[in-house]
């Protein structure tokens, strides 16, 4: 499940205690001692190492990884949390690409069913309530900014081989009617004469009115 279970008891200080992770040196484990040197003592704040694991910043062990270095980067820290959250959450966002903009309440009530039950009211409205604050640190990139979906590309390429069959079928049209020729035929029946007289008349007429 592509679900982080961690969460914070309140998340009044998340703001601050993110703030104060960028301004200091990366520890060599991120431990309970290194959050007090952050000048957070209290009890609520502690949960923070799990969820900083669950978002990829630390190790199992509580070691910095690649991206808690990224998100010193003041230029940079909205995005790496951004893509942080989409990965730790990334079930969330399979339901709603737009999980980000949820509201507690809605988030809340997803996660219910993606935990398929097994959490409590409290601990599911705890986990909701960092999600929400967390993603109030961090910018999203659009899930589909300048890129077509693969359903858009096909889409265009079917449109395209339509023109193309229609420009054929017009091509082909106009050859044919280029490529017409008319003809016809007369069929005469002759009255039973033996005066000569009378046929030289039928061909003369023939020859001025039809021919």
Same mark, same amino acid.
């Not at 980067?73 to 999980?99: P, W």
């Not at 009530?109 to 929400?132: E, N, P």
């Not at 033996?194 to 039809?210: C, G």
């Given at each position: 499940?592509?679900?982080?279970?961690?969460?914070?008891?309140?998340?009044?200080?998340? #703001?601050?205690?993110?703030?104060?992770?960028? #301004?200091?040196?990366?520890?060599?484990?991120?431990?309970? %001692?290194?959050?007090?040197?952050?000048?957070? =003592?209290?009890?609520?704040? %502690?949960?923070?190492?799990?969820?900083?694991? @669950?978002?990829?910043?630390?190790?199992?062990? #509580?070691?910095?990884?690649?991206?808690?270095?990224?998100? *010193?980067?003041?230029?940079? !820290?909205?995005?790496? +949390?951004?893509?942080?959250?989409?990965?730790?959450?990334?079930?969330?966002?399979?339901?709603?690409?737009?999980?980000?903009? +949820? $509201?507690?309440?809605?988030? =809340?009530?997803? *996660?219910?069913?993606?935990?398929?039950? $097994?959490? @409590?009211? &409290?601990?599911? =409205?705890? +986990? &909701? +309530?960092?999600?929400?604050?967390?993603?109030?640190?961090?910018?999203?990139?659009?899930?589909?900014? @300048?890129?077509?979906?693969?359903?858009?590309?096909? #889409?265009?390429?079917?449109?395209? =081989?339509?023109?193309?069959?229609?420009?054929?079928?017009?091509? !082909? !049209?106009?050859?044919? %009617?280029? &490529?017409?020729?008319? $003809?016809?035929?007369?069929?005469?029946?002759?009255?039973?004469?033996?005066?000569? &007289?009378?046929?030289?008349?039928?061909?003369? $007429? *023939?020859?001025? !009115?039809? *021919?």
């Amino acid at each position: 499940m592509a679900l982080t279970n961690a969460y914070l008891a309140q998340t009044k200080n998340l #703001g601050a205690i993110l703030k104060a992770i960028r #301004g200091a040196q990366a520890p060599d484990k991120f431990t309970i %001692r290194f959050l007090v040197q952050l000048e957070f =003592k209290s009890t609520n704040d %502690r949960n923070i190492i799990a969820v900083l694991k @669950g978002l990829n910043f630390l190790d199992d062990a #509580g070691t910095p990884k690649q991206r808690y270095f990224d998100y *010193l980067d003041e230029t940079q !820290h909205e995005e790496v +949390m951004g893509q942080a959250i989409q990965e730790a959450y990334a079930d969330l966002f399979k339901v709603n690409n737009k999980a980000n903009e +949820m $509201s507690q309440a809605d988030v =809340k009530a997803k *996660l219910r069913t993606l935990t398929q039950g $097994s959490k @409590g009211d &409290a601990v599911l =409205k705890k +986990m &909701a +309530m960092t999600f929400v604050a967390l993603c109030k640190e961090a910018t999203f990139a659009p899930a589909t900014a @300048g890129k077509k979906t693969g359903e858009d590309k096909t #889409g265009d390429k079917d449109k395209d =081989k339509d023109k193309d069959k229609e420009k054929k079928g017009d091509e !082909h !049209h106009e050859d044919n %009617r280029r &490529a017409m020729n008319l $003809s016809y035929v007369i069929n005469i029946e002759l009255p039973p004469t033996r005066d000569q &007289a009378v046929y030289d008349a039928i061909f003369r $007429s *023939l020859r001025e !009115h039809i *021919l």
